[in-house]
């Protein structure tokens, strides 16, 4: 072994002989040295082969890698030694990075996979492997779970590829599942629930039903995104202080699970998510008549596509189109023009008197 001070060092690795058992010396020589990983944002270790069986050459290498990362110039990175350590905080912190919405469910969904593949390199984690994971995790919870932890490992390897690290992202597999949910309330349902809640939650559930936010948009509303003159409410991430929706000692409202369940329960309303209230704000805006565009800026939805799928349409609504179809068909009926009949004389019509007059 050989270092070089604020350099790094060179090295023969030890390895087993497969067949003897003994540890023996390897004949080429190695590189360890730390660079600083733009991809990564931080200074990590770089091992590699000097390729060479001379300890002569391969210091003369590390020098010439030293001088590469004094003069800024990047570093080759050996694919093979990229770990899933490192894809899980490529993801991560490009999350925080870009303050993209869903961190937490990206962390939780990168420690599930941690629990499979912490001790594999980017390289060993294959299709065949990515599937057996999907097999065994659908065993134990449900499709939704595991396709955002698939969409977790498929970013991780896209930023890796951007970043240089990986030369290619293998291709995984994607779950396909029916998962949208169909629930909406109706206004008696709303009422019956706001009935059943304490004070301090009910313009909680109010804003949910007249603005169709997210439940953590609607809790995290502060006064300074509350324009009363202009009659508007506005989204603005990172705001902070003061809160407006607060408990009855003035603490900010985290969640409301346990008070949500219980109301459900007495008003009868079994199954219901504050998510629900999102549908049923979509459904009243296509129901109003407005503009999509506009009712997408009102409730926050990025794509047309995704708006789509809270556009629950309620068996009343169908039942109320086919009436508006049959009162169209029926007025139609009455203004549509008579035919132009014109009587004979005798009763008779003009085929059968040139019928006669042929006979």
Known sequence: MKSQRGLGRVYQPKFRDRKTGEIRTSPTWWLDYYAYDPALQCR???????????????????????GDIAHGKPIAVDASRVSFADLQKLLLTDYELNNQRGLTRMTIATKRLAETFAAFRAVDITPRRVDAYVHARLATVKPATVHVELAALKRMFSLAVRQELLTHAPKFRSLHFENARTGFF??????ALLAQLPAYAQPVVTALYFMGWRIGEVLALTWSQVDFKAG???????TILPWVFVRDDGAPIRNIRSIWRT???AAGLVGKIPHDFRRTAV????RAGVPRSVAMKLTGHKTEAVYRRYAIVSEADQAAGVKLLAALHA?????????????LANGQSKQAKQAQSFA
């Open 44 to 66: 990590r270790k770089i091992r590699e082969s000097a390729n060479t069986t001379s300890k002569t050459d391969a210091l003369k290498l590390l020098k010439s890698r030293s």
């Open 186 to 191: 109706e206004r008696a349902e709303f009422d």
């Open 232 to 238: 508007t409410v506005r989204l603005n991430p990172g």
């Open 263 to 265: 109301a459900c329960r």
């Open 283 to 286: 459904r009243n805006l296509e």
């Open 331 to 343: 007025h139609d009926a009455q203004t549509s023009a008579p035919h132009n009949v014109v009587p």
